[in-house]
């Protein structure tokens, strides 16, 4: 077993495929709930969140003396069904407006869904750990050259 995980392309594989399975657990929780976190700084947070197959990633920006009431937040909800499944890169453009008036926040971002993380995971790792790893070359000495007549 030692020699299976020799050299560096094996347990690149191994972290690789470690990495696969978290996306894809992460992919099948985000299809009936909701996850997000934000962290926020003076007036502005970072949100991710993990909804409807697909990863969100925001940066918000607080508007009239708004802020947000915590630093971390974290928060765990069932996925609202209405949220359409996005096959592609998306931006995300976000605003809480009351009025006509931006009130609370405004955020932009991009929707990335999960498939774009898994497959490529997959791939990588799949490549790395069932391809045989190459026989070390050894180099050739030269040969030294007899010099007849000298």
Same mark, same amino acid.
């Given at each position: 077993?030692?020699?299976?995980?020799?050299?560096?392309?094996?347990?690149?594989?191994?972290?690789?495929?470690?990495?696969?399975?978290?996306?894809?657990?992460?992919?099948?929780?985000?299809? &009936?709930?909701?996850?997000s976190i934000?962290?926020?700084?003076?007036?502005?947070?970072?949100?991710?969140?993990?909804?409807?197959?697909?990863?969100?990633?925001?940066?918000?920006?607080?508007?009239?003396?708004?802020?947000?009431?915590?630093?971390?937040?974290?928060? &765990?909800?069932?996925?609202?069904?209405r949220?359409?499944?996005?096959?592609?890169?998306? &931006?995300? /453009?976000?605003?809480?407006?009351?009025?006509?008036?931006?009130?609370?926040?405004?955020?932009?971002?991009?929707?990335?869904?999960?498939?774009?993380?898994?497959?490529p995971?997959?791939?990588?790792?799949?490549?790395?750990?069932?391809?045989?790893?190459?026989?070390?070359? /050894?180099?050739?000495?030269?040969?030294?050259?007899?010099?007849?007549?000298?």
């Amino acid at each position: 077993m030692s020699e299976f995980f020799r050299g560096w392309r094996r347990k690149v594989g191994v972290l690789a495929l470690g990495f696969a399975v978290l996306a894809t657990l992460g992919w099948v929780r985000s299809l &009936t709930i909701h996850d997000s976190i934000e962290i926020a700084f003076e007036s502005r947070a970072i949100s991710i969140a993990s909804q409807a197959g697909t990863i969100d990633w925001q940066i918000k920006q607080w508007h009239n003396n708004f802020g947000p009431n915590e630093t971390f937040q974290w928060n &765990t909800t069932p996925t609202d069904p209405r949220i359409p499944r996005v096959l592609w890169l998306r &931006t995300i /453009q976000s605003d809480m407006i009351f009025n006509g008036k931006k009130l609370a926040w405004s955020g932009h971002g991009t929707r990335i869904p999960y498939w774009m993380c898994v497959l490529p995971l997959t791939a990588v790792s799949a490549f790395l750990l069932l391809t045989k790893p190459r026989k070390p070359t /050894q180099k050739k000495q030269p040969e030294p050259t007899s010099t007849e007549g000298a």
